[in-house]
């Protein structure tokens, strides 16, 4: 059964296709793209059916066991994360080509297409060192992507973005080596077994590859204090871009649910703990960071750019607790900070084009649709800083109720509903100066009026807004799956038995 390689194995194999038989035919290019996030979004539509059910899935490249072989697994949280990349892939290539975006370039859509095998990747792979080679994809696809048709600034903002992941990469590779030195293996669910057998007196060589891989993936996540490399990149990035990279702050965020709930999970015994104790005030610095970046932005772009490392801070903070309940939490908040990210970016893009592409938050004569876009900032707005009625409300409420018991109680509440506070000012801010105040000044007579939005235009992110009411109006059911996905990560013993399943069972 090769449907668990088949979202890897698609853009993997479209993507030099479109490079070299499609690039010179726009037309041609996007046809393909369309198939293959049609494909892949089919495919994971298929594979979350599959997980549903409760079972671990294992697919073996090359029919080696584990682990010797390099695994793919598939479980509730991977087929989960799979359907949330090829949702967003389908919207935003929507978006693009609706907004002709993609002729600024030859190239966009193979870059499209390695991203999304890259993001896909680390979501399926079973195997500490392949996910590595998945954050390499992801990092030289997501380079091409920022700096196309760009200039200078972009060059400049990209040439930090690749530095800031180069280190990161560099460390994962130092990580790697002392846990293959200390354990003899780099299978997620092989370490989980021999990392629980490592004697008391050698487990400080186990602890400083965990801690590593640790700062690592929070470089990933943009966690404070190496979150400064976010703003830069995804306010600088095209926005349509910017919108897929949604999901690329939540690979990290997955990684450390992954490997540090499995690999360092309780019964690493005290090498466990060390994640709460690092996590919890990297995480609420993270969010005083994006709070205080929102009500200071000078930029529509910077604001968007700092509310996905308050979203990420939010997040971690449920992460850090590192329970069953928290995580369940925290991967419904996942979802709507994702696709709430991902409409913001997709306005700014579309307002603007119709601005001249200053994105500076200074009173303008308002466009000719400014309620429409004044509704459309708010829907997605209210959704990122969690105000009623949308799901982000409803997923701090889920974040609070889950950390409500623990020890970090006081220091996780002030984060979160100060910070909460200090971004809807931020965001009221921004809405007044752009869409209230505006009215009071009069257009320019000479200027060139800008062109109305059109409904394939918008469409995009109407879709994202859609979805965002579907998360809540659904909320019970998106949260019962986020539930069962968190319970196989924290009681792991069927992920680890049916990846070492002996050869040919499993």
């Not at 015994?269 to 104790?277: E, K, R």
């Not at 609420?284 to 932005?297: K, R």
Request: charged content about 10%.
């Amino acid at each position: 059964m090769h449907w668990i390689i088949a979202p890897v194995i698609l853009p993997a194999m479209l993507a030099p296709i479109i490079a070299y038989v499609m690039r010179h035919d726009i037309t041609l290019a996007r046809v393909g793209s369309f198939a293959g996030v049609l494909g892949l979004l089919g495919i994971a539509i298929g594979l979350f059916v599959m997980a549903s059910s409760g079972e671990t899935f294992v697919y073996r490249l090359g029919d080696w066991p584990a682990p010797f072989g390099i695994v793919l697994v598939l479980d509730r949280l991977s087929a989960l994360m799979v359907l949330l990349t090829a949702i967003l892939a389908l919207v935003v290539l929507y978006h693009v080509v609706a907004t002709d975006w993609d002729k600024r370039g030859r190239h966009f859509h193979a870059l499209y297409q390695f991203q999304l095998m890259g993001i896909v990747g680390a979501f399926l792979t079973g195997d500490a060192f392949n996910l590595f080679v998945f954050f390499e994809v992801l990092l030289i696809a997501s380079y091409g992507l920022m700096i196309h048709a760009g200039g200078k600034i972009r060059l400049k903002a990209g040439l930090q973005y690749v530095v800031m992941n180069l280190a990161g990469s560099t460390l994962f590779l130092f990580a790697l080596g002392t846990l293959y030195a200390s354990t003899g293996t780099l299978n997620i669910a092989d370490m989980a077994v021999k990392i629980a057998q490592v004697p008391v007196e050698d487990a400080a060589i186990v602890r400083v590859a965990g801690i590593l891989l640790l700062f690592v993936f929070a470089v990933k996540a943009a966690l404070f204090p190496v979150q400064f490399w976010l703003p830069a990149t995804y306010s600088n990035a095209p926005a349509p871009v910017a919108a897929l990279f949604a999901i690329m702050t939540k690979v990290g965020a997955y990684a450390i649910l992954r490997i540090h709930t499995i690999a360092f999970g309780p019964e690493a015994g005290a090498i466990g703990d060390m994640v709460t104790a690092w996590l919890i005030p990297m995480a609420a610095l993270t969010l005083a960071v994006g709070a205080i970046g929102v009500f200071g932005a000078k930029r529509l772009e910077h604001l968007i750019a700092y509310a996905v490392i308050g979203s990420m801070g939010t997040m971690m903070l449920a992460v850090a607790a590192m329970t069953p309940a928290a995580a369940s939490a925290a991967i419904y908040y996942m979802l709507n900070s994702t696709l709430a990210a991902a409409a913001l970016f997709l306005f700014a893009d579309i307002y603007l084009s119709r601005r001249g592409e200053d994105g500076r938050l200074i009173l303008a004569a308002p466009l000719a649709q400014n309620g429409l876009f004044a509704a459309a900032f708010f829907a997605a707005g209210i959704a990122m800083v969690g105000m009623p009625p949308l799901s982000g409300f409803l997923g701090k409420l889920l974040i609070l109720e889950a950390l409500a018991d623990g020890p970090h109680i006081t220091l996780a509440f002030s984060a979160i509903l100060i910070g909460s506070l200090v971004m809807i000012l931020g965001f009221v801010r921004a809405g007044s100066i752009l869409f209230w105040k505006s009215v009071t000044v009069a257009p320019d007579p000479d200027a060139e009026a800008a062109p109305p939005v059109t409904l394939s235009q918008g469409a995009g992110m109407g879709a994202l807004v859609a979805l965002l009411v579907g998360l809540t109006l659904f909320a019970g059911p998106v949260y019962d799956a986020g539930a069962a996905a968190a319970d196989q990560l924290f009681f792991p013993q069927g992920y680890i038995e049916a990846v070492l399943a002996p050869h040919g069972e499993g």
